[in-house]
């Protein structure tokens, strides 16, 4: 081999590796990559030349061993690229749970019952249908009773993108939730043909099912799959309520005390004024809930900024 040789070989290989990468678009990484390329076809030149193959074939031979530059580039593209996280709809379809159909059944039963329930409460309330008082509290208990169960039930179903809820607490928020629903509706019993003061039996129901409610949500963990609370970690936004917990608990408190002494106001210009201002206590309370809920998710917020 004479000395011309190695500038030769160079040579070959400078013009055959530019013609492999034209129409390719020269980022800096692609430059890096065809430099890299361009010392290992120099050293295979020199390794088939050593076992007697000659010069301009050795290094035709390295290039074709290369295949596809363009395929090696793209390659080299999507390395450098950092992996697209996963779309939540393409996350939920992957981890997709089917409901169960004896649950199926089940929830659409309890509904029709519950509505059937509701439609005749109604009914009978504004006297479209004659039924007793007694009919009319039973109807009550029915509509709150079937609803809650269905809470329950629905609660204790593993979903797309939540774990069951232990059955304890599923039973109390469904017990809450049916006491919650039954109190409302034996207000309007108590009202249409009742004595009044049936009302703070009422209220005692109502009261104590939202402060039941508050409790379990305050002291509710996470019951959110993996996936989705990967999926929560990129789109979140801040919840204090989720990175307070005291404050939620609070919040808790102060909505039952809200309402508690909303529906004691309620009555007491029920008995005093008149039935009609009765609910202008409850809309104040319910804008007192509202206003409390603002300044505990954004107080802490503002007073931070300024």
């Given at each position: 081999?004479?000395?011309?040789?190695?500038?030769?070989?160079?040579?070959?290989?400078?013009?055959?590796?530019?013609?492999?990468?034209?129409?390719?678009?020269?980022?800096?990484?692609?430059?890096?990559?065809?430099?890299?390329?361009?010392?290992?076809?120099?050293?295979?030149?020199?390794?088939?030349?050593?076992?007697?193959?000659?010069?301009?074939?050795?290094?035709?031979?390295?290039?074709?061993?290369?295949?596809?530059?363009?395929?090696?580039?793209?390659?080299?593209?999507?390395?450098?690229?950092?992996?697209?996280?996963?779309?939540?709809?393409?996350?939920?379809?992957?981890?997709?749970?089917?409901?169960?159909?004896?649950?199926?059944?089940?929830?659409?039963?309890?509904?029709?019952?519950?509505?059937?329930?509701?439609?005749?409460?109604?009914?009978?309330?504004?006297?479209?249908?004659?039924?007793?008082?007694?009919?009319?509290?039973?109807?009550?208990?029915?509509?709150?009773?079937?609803?809650?169960?269905?809470?329950?039930?629905?609660?204790?179903?593993?979903?797309?993108?939540?774990?069951?809820?232990?059955?304890?607490?599923?039973?109390?928020?469904?017990?809450?939730?049916?006491?919650?629903?039954?109190?409302?509706?034996?207000?309007?019993?108590?009202?249409?043909?009742?004595?009044?003061?049936?009302?703070?039996?009422?209220?005692?129901?109502?009261?104590?099912?939202?402060?039941?409610?508050?409790?379990?949500?305050?002291?509710?963990?996470?019951?959110?799959?993996?996936?989705?609370?990967?999926?929560?970690?990129?789109?979140?936004?801040?919840?204090?309520?989720?990175?307070?917990?005291?404050?939620?608990?609070?919040?808790?408190?102060?909505?039952?005390?809200?309402?508690?002494?909303?529906?004691?106001?309620?009555?007491?210009?029920?008995?005093?004024?008149?039935?009609?201002?009765?609910?202008?206590?409850?809309?104040?309370?319910?804008?007192?809930?509202?206003?409390?809920?603002?300044?505990m998710l954004f107080g802490a917020d503002a007073r931070s900024k300024g």
């Amino acid at each position: 081999m004479n000395a011309t040789d190695p500038i030769r070989r160079s040579t070959d290989i400078h013009r055959l590796l530019d013609e492999a990468f034209a129409g390719v678009e020269l980022t800096p990484e692609t430059q890096d990559l065809k430099e890299e390329i361009r010392d290992n076809l120099l050293f295979r030149v020199a390794e088939l030349e050593a076992s007697g193959v000659e010069p301009s074939d050795a290094a035709r031979r390295a290039i074709a061993e290369l295949g596809d530059i363009r395929a090696l580039v793209d390659g080299e593209a999507a390395a450098a690229s950092p992996a697209r996280p996963e779309s939540a709809s393409a996350a939920a379809l992957r981890n997709q749970v089917r409901p169960k159909p004896g649950f199926v059944v089940r929830t659409v039963l309890i509904s029709i019952v519950a509505a059937v329930a509701l439609v005749l409460l109604v009914l009978g309330l504004v006297g479209v249908l004659s039924f007793g008082t007694g009919v009319l509290i039973g109807l009550s208990a029915v509509f709150g009773a079937g609803l809650g169960v269905v809470t329950a039930d629905a609660l204790r179903q593993e979903t797309t993108t939540n774990h069951p809820l232990p059955t304890g607490r599923a039973v109390a928020f469904g017990a809450s939730t049916g006491v919650l629903l039954a109190g409302l509706a034996f207000t309007g019993v108590v009202i249409v043909r009742l004595d009044l003061a049936w009302i703070i039996l009422g209220a005692l129901l109502v009261i104590a099912a939202i402060g039941v409610l508050s409790y379990l949500g305050a002291t509710q963990t996470n019951r959110h799959k993996p996936w989705m609370v990967e999926q929560q970690r990129a789109m979140r936004t801040g919840n204090r309520f989720e990175e307070d917990p005291a404050s939620a608990a609070r919040f808790g408190i102060y909505t039952a005390a809200t309402w508690t002494v909303a529906f004691v106001v309620a009555i007491v210009l029920g008995f005093t004024v008149g039935w009609l201002w009765a609910p202008v206590a409850l809309v104040g309370g319910f804008v007192v809930m509202l206003i409390v809920l603002a300044r505990m998710l954004f107080g802490a917020d503002a007073r931070s900024k300024g």
